[in-house]
């Protein structure tokens, strides 16, 4: 920004409020004080080329910090992806081990249902042994004792 002191000057001059000493003093003063305080052209362009030049460094980190999220965000769809086919191979698993105990539950069953069967059916016969050799017993013991009875001469 350019300020001409010398509008400032005549001015003050011309209000006649102030003599001509005041004015230059109130005109000198206004001047260093917009020379110190009042960023220069040249300040400004350099501070504008620092500015332009850190937005573009920044843009630039913006860019690779997209292509790494990018990266990133890759790398978890592949590793989701691979997650869920090991989830289903583990469920395929799971299935396959469900129906092999089924499987083996009912052989089971079946195997203790022969086993029943085998076991009513030995029973079954061991009975009727049993009541033969009880039978033969008491033929026996009755043939004995009509033995004894003719022996003794009561029969």
């Keep these: 920004m350019v300020v001409d002191t010398l509008k400032i000057y005549d001015r003050l001059r011309q209000e006649g409020a ?14 260093e004080v917009l ?6 052209k040249g300040e400004l362009t350099a501070a504008s080329e620092k500015t332009q030049l850190e937005i573009e460094n920044v843009r ?9 999220v990018e990266k990133v965000r890759a790398d978890l769809t ?11 191979t583990i469920r395929l698993e799971m299935e396959n081990i469900r129906a092999e105990v089924e499987k083996l539950r009912a052989d089971t069953n079946k195997e203790i249902e022969m086993l029943k069967l085998q076991v009513k059916s030995e029973l079954d016969r061991n009975k009727t042994e049993i ?3 009880l039978i033969g017993l008491l033929i ?11 022996f003794a001469g009561k029969i």
């Design 18 to 31: 102030l003599d001509e000493k005041a004015v230059r003093a109130v005109t000198s003063v206004f001047h």
């Design 35 to 40: 020379e110190s305080e009042l960023v220069r």
């Design 60 to 68: 630039l980190q913006i860019k690779k910090v997209r292509a790494e």
């Design 78 to 88: 592949k590793e989701i992806g691979n997650i869920h086919r090991e989830i289903e």
């Design 131 to 133: 009541l033969k050799w």
């Design 140 to 150: 026996a013991q009755t043939s004995l004792l009509i033995g004894i009875l003719r």
